[in-house]
């Protein structure tokens, strides 16, 4: 792990260094760049519009006759991000673009001026309201790009760094300690297998061979399989996060790429259209997670994750192919199986391969990697959005698909999975009569899935857009929740074991949540969105992991007589149901308020959820019970 | 600024294309001079520009043309006698102008069995407004009968469009024939069309047939659309009173009201201000070219649609707005192909920074 650890350091180092000097030196020649290319460019629109007006002037259309010139200016500001206004000044009168005098007062603006000639005489003057502060604007977006991609590259590298790491050193170097071990404690002979020509192949083999001489001179048996057994849970890692990554790089611009294929005709608002596709997505992910595993269970991990990455890679092909909105809900229920199954199949390798020392760690590994696929994931497809077409981005999502089913194809070894047991209705129904579990399932898990897709997977892209921001803005934004869940879950849960109970945890962490809700009620910017954002992946970390180990530790004889596995199970299952709704009652919200009042509503509702869970806690602690 | 470099760009094309595109065609020209076909043309006000399309169309693609052209002179009860005469010289193919010599040559899609007309002989019409409201025709797909064509009408809502690029204008006066069908049904849907975008529309019908008496009752009407001062006058495609568009336009000028015209001769001939207008030229390329899947592909002509162009010129007339006061927004400036224009100064730009 030492040697890991450094040689992930090492990396780091090196390409954090390099990659903080590359963007160093892109950065410095575009702010030089840009400065002189936009004043050429105010310069042209100030020549065209002057031509122009020469023109009218030459057929004998008097100056003070020129009609149609706010028609003419208006296109023009709206076309160019940089120019505010246009003016004519001609004699006394002046004729202005849409809310010149507005414009004018901006702070950033600068007045341009440039004279109408014509006949060798200046009969008029142009002035171009240009936004000083348009340069800086524009070279701050690509400093945030370029740090966007730098914090991505570090996450990338560093999964792969584990996983080549894993392979070919640590991995190896654990099979010829356990075989080691095996002798010097138990005086077994174990084998290790590595046919690699490389040096620690040198070692195995020179090891081997001794092996077989000890086995011959003391008539010890030689003991089949390898000396661990179990595939590191890193193995699974990187596919996973490519897979993740690939999914998520629509995340940030989904809502959007949805509206396309809106409709007034069909009489229903368009919120719930764009909601429509997230849900069904979310719905057919939840449906196949159950099947999915089950079905994981008996092929085995590694055909389970080729077929289910296959899958979603087509659902991602055909995605870029849509043409109507009913294409789009089969395409994404498509992926949304795929997903499903890869989802529940990476589950399933933790578990095959962890037991219960280190089973937690595999676990927060997995969420871990999740949450860093899909942070990545959102934030390069917003700063691709910008320069490529969205059908483009799916394609290039499904080559990502396909390249981590290569991948494991490649690199994780076949054989079945264990077999669990099946959830029935009866232990369902059992598990959801159960009081604790009810309420913590329906006031704070199903809330805090609605607030997940519904706030941050539908409302955040459209209401980004709204403010006509970037879509490498909406990534970056969208980004801070995946950033704030890594960052503060690991602290979180070492913080966490010190409460006797998780139920602070649960309500402080549902509190807050309302909270990140209403802020862009009342602060209706980019600047609220992003506080809200990070406050609500704060809430998240701080309450998502509470709600499960309160439900297992309030229900021990219950876990421990179904299973844990079991209880867990349907939890899941029912938190589901809140991912589902998300978009559709978002949606639901703004078709009846408007965006902005929506938020107000939305966390209204997951403030009352938690409202409620204490209410109950409060009573039922005066009655002596959790 | 794009946009209308891009109106321009494809008004150019489109007339540089439906003119010159046959010279591009040299496979089928190959042929040379071969057999000699006969095409008679019935005109109803002597050869227009339609005409020398139809005939320049034909020779760019070196066929072999005798023409036979009679021409009403704006007497449509002629058009019974050159029918009969024709039908007796049997040529090879009929062109017709306008819906009145279309009609008395083929009759209407419930009168073909009719001796009276011509069934076996293939017919191309031209300059014909409304093809289906006309009676010639049920589809554009085909007329299921000997008989195709082109017609030259420009969608109101284009012609509405361009207006609009033009100027803001609340009335809009109607000048139409009541015996003139097609003028008629233009005058109708630009009734319609106008309403729905926001216009009102002031009907000015003219009751003619052509004799002396109608020349007064045309000159009543102009007085009174002075008298009421309407923002603009529109003219719908109606021969008798584009024969006489000098007369209205000047009345116009007069009383300084803007006019437009749905074709093209009295912009460029009468002084009227302004049309977004099918050229005459261009119609008369495409009914040459269909004349040559006739003659010479030999298709049928229930095979060949009834077509409309689908570039239009816009064109301004800068005198005649000038002479009124009546000055287009600059945007329209960029897209219209402007005549008439004083250009003794010329235009030049001298911006320094």
């Known amino acids: ?626 | 600024m794009n946009l209308t470099w891009l109106i321009r760009l494809t008004v150019a094309i489109s007339m540089v294309l439906s003119i010159g595109a046959p010279a591009f065609a040299s496979e089928t020209a190959a042929q040379g001079p071969g057999k000699k076909y006969r095409i008679a043309m019935i005109l109803y006000r002597g050869e227009t520009d339609a005409e020398r399309g139809f005939k320049k169309y034909l020779q760019s693609r070196q066929v072999n043309v005798e023409y036979i052209v009679r021409d009403a002179s704006e007497d449509p009860k002629r058009f019974p006698e050159i029918v009969r005469e024709i039908k007796a010289l049997r040529p090879d193919l009929i062109y017709t102008f306008g819906t009145g010599a279309t009609l008395a040559v083929c009759g209407k899609t419930d009168q073909q069995n009719d001796a009276r007309f011509i069934s076996d002989t293939p017919v191309i019409f031209n300059i014909v407004a409304d093809p289906i409201g006309s009676g010639i025709t049920k589809s554009m797909q085909s007329t299921e009968r000997n008989v195709t064509g082109v017609t030259h009408l420009v969608p109101i809502d284009s012609q509405l469009s361009a207006l609009k690029a033009t100027a803001n204008i609340k009335t809009i006066g109607v000048i139409y024939s009541l015996n003139e069908k097609n003028a008629v049904l233009s005058a109708d849907s630009l009734v319609e069309g106008a309403n729905n975008a926001g216009y009102r529309v002031i009907r000015y019908p003219v009751s003619a047939d052509n004799s002396a008496g109608d020349l007064a009752s045309l000159k009543s009407v102009v007085a009174k659309i002075q008298a009421e001062k309407p923002d603009l006058l529109y003219l719908p495609s109606d021969s008798f009173l584009i024969r006489h568009a000098g007369l209205i336009s000047e009345g116009m000028q007069h009383a300084r009201i803007p006019s437009m015209s749905a074709t093209e001769a009295p912009i460029r001939k009468d002084g009227f201000t302004m049309g977004l207008v099918s050229p005459y030229v261009n119609a008369g390329a495409l009914a040459g070219h269909k004349a040559y899947q006739i003659l010479v592909e030999g298709k049928d002509p229930s095979d060949i649609p009834v077509s409309a162009l689908d570039k239009f010129a816009y064109i301004l007339n800068m005198k005649s707005a000038l002479k009124i006061g009546f000055y287009p927004k600059i945007r329209a400036l960029t897209f219209a192909e402007i005549i008439n224009a004083d250009t003794h100064k010329p235009a030049k730009s001298g911006m320094t920074k």
């Open chain 1, 1 to 626: 792990m030492r040697l890991n650890l450094r040689l992930v350091l090492l990396v780091f180092a090196v390409l954090l260094g390099s990659s903080l000097f590359m963007s160093a030196l892109t950065y410095q020649q575009f702010a030089e760049s840009i400065e002189p290319a936009i004043n050429k460019k105010s310069d042209a629109i100030a020549k065209t519009v002057e031509s122009e007006i020469v023109r009218a002037l030459g057929y004998g259309i008097p100056l003070d006759a020129i009609n149609g010139l706010e028609e003419y200016f208006d296109p023009i500001v709206d076309a160019n991000p940089e120019i505010y206004g246009i003016r004519l000044q001609r004699g006394k009168s002046r004729v202005d673009s849409a809310e010149f005098e507005e414009a004018a007062n901006q702070p950033e603006a600068i007045q341009k001026s440039y004279p109408v000639v014509y006949d060798g005489k200046t009969v008029a003057q142009i002035s171009l309201l240009v936004d000083g502060e348009y340069a800086q604007k524009k070279s701050l977006e690509l400093l945030l790009d370029l740090l966007t991609v730098i914090v991505v590259s570090v996450i990338i590298a560093f999964e792969l760094v584990v996983f080549i790491v894993g392979f070919n050193i640590s991995y190896r170097i654990q099979q010829i300690m356990a075989s080691i071990k095996a002798f010097v404690d138990q005086q077994r002979i174990r084998l290790i297998q590595d046919s690699s020509k490389d040096e620690l192949g040198f070692l195995t083999r020179q090891l081997n061979r001794r092996m077989h001489e000890i086995s011959a001179r003391g008539n010890k048996p030689i003991e089949s399989g390898s000396a661990t057994g179990l595939q590191p849970v890193n193995f699974i890692r990187w596919p996973f996060f490519l897979l993740v990554f690939s999914e998520s790089l629509s995340l940030s611009f989904f809502p959007i790429f949805v509206g396309q294929f809106y409709s007034p005709d069909w009489g229903v608002s368009r919120e719930f259209v764009v909601g429509l596709p997230i849900s069904i997505f979310m719905f057919i992910w939840a449906l196949s997670l159950p099947v999915g595993g089950v079905w994981s269970d008996t092929v085995g991990r590694r055909r389970a994750f080729i077929f289910g990455s296959l899958l979603t890679a087509i659902g991602l092909i055909l995605t870029a192919f849509t043409y109507t909105l009913i294409d789009l809900l089969v395409w994404r229920s498509i992926t949304a199986i795929g997903y499903g199954i890869v989802f529940i199949t990476v589950q399933g390798f933790v578990t095959d391969n962890t037991d219960q020392s280190n089973r937690n760690r595999g676990m927060a590994t997995f969420v871990a990697t999740f949450f860093a696929g899909s942070l990545s994931g959102t934030a390069i497809g917003g700063i691709l959005a910008d320069h490529i077409s969205m059908p483009i981005i799916f394609l290039l999502s499904a080559i990502l698909s396909l390249g981590s089913a290569l991948f494991v194809a490649r690199f994780i070894a076949g054989g079945g999975g264990n077999i669990r047991p099946k959830l029935s209705l009866a232990t369902i129904k059992e598990v959801c009569t159960d009081r604790s579990f009810l309420m913590v399932t329906l006031f704070s898990a199903i809330p805090s899935k609605i607030a997940l897709t519904g706030f941050l997977y539908f409302s955040a892209p459209l209401f980004i857009s709204s403010l006509d921001a970037t879509k490498s803005t909406g990534g970056r934004v969208i980004m801070l929740y995946g950033l704030f869940i890594i960052c503060l879950s690991s602290l979180i849960a070492q913080y966490a074991d010190r409460f006797k109970s998780r139920l602070p945890l649960i309500l402080f962490g549902g509190t807050l949540g309302a909270l990140a809700i209403a802020i862009p009620a009342a602060m209706p910017s980019l600047v609220g969105l992003m506080i809200s954002i990070a406050l609500l992946g704060m809430a998240h970390a701080i309450a998502v992991p509470s709600q499960l180990t309160f439900i297992t530790e309030t229900n021990q004889t219950l876990c421990a007589r179904l299973g844990l596995g079991q209880v867990v199970g349907i939890f899941r299952l029912m938190e589901r149901v809140g991912n589902i709704l998300g978009p559709i009652i978002f949606g639901l919200f703004i078709s009846l308020f408007g965006i902005t009042q929506a938020y107000g509503w939305l966390s209204f509702l997951v403030g009352s959820a938690t409202l409620t869970l204490a209410v109950w806690v409060f009573k039922s602690r005066r009655r002596g019970q959790p």
